[in-house]
């Protein structure tokens, strides 16, 4: 795992079929009650895994939504991390979460977790860290090419443009590293380049 900002972390598993990266993000603990904190992770080397041991092992595992389980049942098993996902994904769902958030809620005590309407599926959050002007993207937006975003294929969604429309409340929060699931993340002006997607 490589250090991209201060105590955040990424590994990454390029698909053929996707032509881009899946991308996961470890987070050292940011909160006296709680511990480590792992986002969509896809599988994971040996030597990354003990790179996360040596860092004090995997506490949380958070779900942005319902297609990126990814490899969050093996770091359960390995780390005995409990694994969040959004009450609205667990329905649709084969994944069994440990405790549920929804819009709104803080997980880890420092991700405000932001439900991004009308997107791939009903659950698909965004997790911003204010503090750091973090934002943390599932499916929402993924990097391709790189140093742009955009939407997944039409046929993901039941309406793309209300699927677009959607996005859109990204430009409430006040981030600058946008980190993505799929794809190459935006270490500096992610804001500037989402809102470049609307112009």
């Known amino acids: 795992v490589d250090e991209i900002l201060k105590d955040v972390y990424t590994w990454s598993v390029y698909s053929e079929e996707k032509k881009l990266n899946f991308n996961g993000h470890f987070i050292a603990s940011q909160h006296p009650l709680f511990g480590n904190v792992v986002i969509d992770p896809p599988q994971a080397s ?4 003990e790179q996360m041991e040596s860092l004090g092992f995997v506490q949380h595992i958070i779900i942005t939504n319902r297609d990126h389980i990814r490899w969050s ?30 819009n709104g809620d803080m997980i880890a005590g420092f991700l405000q977790a932001v439900v991004i309407p009308d997107n791939k599926s009903p659950g698909e959050t965004a997790l911003f860290w204010a503090d750091r002007k973090i934002l943390f993207l599932g499916d929402a937006l993924i990097g391709k090419p790189p140093g ?23 430009q409430n929060l006040d981030f600058k590293h946008l980190l993505l699931g799929d794809g190459d993340s935006i270490l500096r002006k992610g804001k500037e ?3 470049q997607y609307f112009n």
């Open 46 to 49: 040996d030597s990354d895994l």
């Open 73 to 102: 049942e093996e770091f359960q098993q390995k780390f005995g991390a409990e694994i969040q996902m959004n009450t609205n994904d667990i329905t649709n769902s084969a994944m069994v979460s440990d405790r549920n958030f929804k």
């Open 148 to 170: 742009t975003v955009t939407l997944l294929p039409e046929e993901k969604y039941d309406d793309i443009l209300k699927a677009k429309a959607g996005i859109r409340i990204l």
């Open 193 to 195: 380049v989402v809102s």
